[in-house]
């Protein structure tokens, strides 16, 4: 019995992990972790309620994924993106994406492509709700569940990985904006070119789609972003 409940401890302290982390990306996304500033663990873990040790763990995760950076004896930095990076970032989720839409649209079945459908829906349903880490989780099940019908799993985990290094900051202001429902809505534009088996037509909407985020991620770094008494920001 003894190790059953070490068992159950053990994944206990995995779900306040991840809901830790969850949390931690939800302040990335709002802006209210600023790229640049460093945060301690102990002082995290006070503004989310937990002890440090989940929040140590997060943050290690955060920073396998290029998000955050550990600065001795201080805490976790978050990782500065520049406009250089960010234009890279697309130009290879360009090179990439483009040609393996179309690649998707003439080898792909109908029902393959119907089953986007309701993601991409969800997509314009969290832009429309504000519901930003909804609406960047569903565009991220829908750009790699596309790209997987492809048969590549190393060009997925490389989109994967180019996705979580150029993760959008401050993107409050944008959504109170509406500035994102437009771009959400490329991607039933994009499905119904597929279906269609309009394979140039798809491959020049991603195109578009691409071009359109990168402005959107150059909206965001220069919105100012409004700070919110009582949120992770106030924990250097």
């Known amino acids: 019995m003894g190790d059953l409940k070490q068992h159950s401890l053990i994944k206990a302290q995995e779900r306040l992990r991840d809901q830790v982390g969850h949390a931690l990306r939800a302040a990335l996304i709002a802006g209210e972790l600023r790229p640049g500033s460093v945060y301690s663990a102990p002082g995290l873990a006070a503004e989310l309620g937990v002890s440090a040790t989940p929040v140590r763990e ?15 004896n201080k805490g976790f930095r978050i990782t500065e993106v520049s406009e ?76 994967g990985d180019l996705r979580k290094r150029s993760r959008l900051y401050g993107l409050t202001g944008l959504d109170e904006a509406g500035k994102l429902v437009s771009s959400a809505e490329e991607h039933l ?29 150059a909206e965001a770094r220069n919105e100012p972003v409004g700070r919110t008494p009582g949120v992770l920001g106030s924990g250097h």
């Not at 090179?95 to 986007?116: D, S």
């Not at 534009?189 to 402005?215: K, Q, T, Y």
């Open 58 to 72: 997060a943050m290690l995760d955060l920073a396998r994924e290029g998000l955050v950076e550990p600065v001795r």
């Open 84 to 159: 250089r990076d960010l234009d890279q970032y697309t130009e290879l989720r360009t090179m990439i994406e483009v040609p393996t839409v179309g690649k998707v649209t003439r080898m792909a079945t109908k029902e393959q492509l119907e089953e986007l459908r309701p993601i991409a829906e969800e997509i314009v349903s969290s832009a429309r709700e504000h519901n930003l880490i909804g609406y960047l989780e569903a565009d991220r099940r829908f750009h790699l569940t596309l790209l997987g019908l492809a048969g590549n799993e190393r060009l997925v985990e490389t989109v």
């Open 189 to 217: 534009e994009l499905l119904d070119l597929m279906l269609a088996g309009d394979a140039e037509g798809a491959e020049e909407c991603m195109r578009r789609h691409l071009g359109h985020v990168r402005s959107l991620w």
